[in-house]
């Protein structure tokens, strides 16, 4: 058996409960070493064949876990944040289907909820925003023309913007096209959950000169929208005046 497993976003102790126990059970572990903390594989037991993927293309990965699978092992696929966000994992999920491979999906913090963490704020406040958008502007990876950064931000709500910072001029200028004003709060949370987070605010007009200076260009998750600044309506959830079916 495969185990696809989020290793969350940085932190080894952001993993899951589950996570953790497949790891200390595994045989093999397959990681993504170009963004996965090499301590959450403090949890494996000692001895076992551990894989760096980052040099690997899809094939090389699938046959090593086949091979690994067809010898009786247990195999542990660690993916960064929760394999279901931009995690490549369909392709593989696919190609072990195609060979009739068994694996299941463990899912893990994704690391748009440890940059909400860090600020801290809520990301759904009432009166300013129920909605999140979770997007990346477009790069090498085309990104279908209804889902263009500009057409999101008409919305004006919530937004999650993965895998972008390194084009943060472009990101500005699409929040501008889609309506967002240049005051609008704008966040940007490097390597969360890592010893070395950093985080820097400002606005829409602001931010780009801000991350430039402080040298960032990847592993950085953009949060924008009203909710990371303005005021917002207390929610009706502990209003001592609102009954619901738990008070009366």
Known sequence: MIYFV???????ELITV??????SEADMVVYTGSLVNPQ???YCRPGIEIYN???MDLSEIISLMQKAVQEGKKVVRLQTGDPSLYGAIQEQMDALNAVDIPFTVIPGVSSFFAAAAAIPRELTLPGISQTVVLTRIEGRTPV??????SELARHHCTMCIFLSVHLIDTVV??????????????????????PEERVIKGTVSTISKLIKEAGITRTAMILVGQAFGADYQPSKLYDKNFAHGYRG
């Open 144 to 149: 279908p023309e209804s889902e263009k950064l």
């Open 18 to 23: 589950k996570g953790s126990r497949l790891l």
């Open 40 to 42: 959450v594989l403090q």
């Open 53 to 55: 993927s980052a040099g």
């Open 173 to 194: 200028q699409e929040l501008l096209d889609g309506g967002y004003s240049v005051d609008t709060p704008v966040v940007i949370v490097e390597r969360a959950s890592w």
């Open 6 to 12: 989020g290793a969350g976003p940085g932190d080894p």
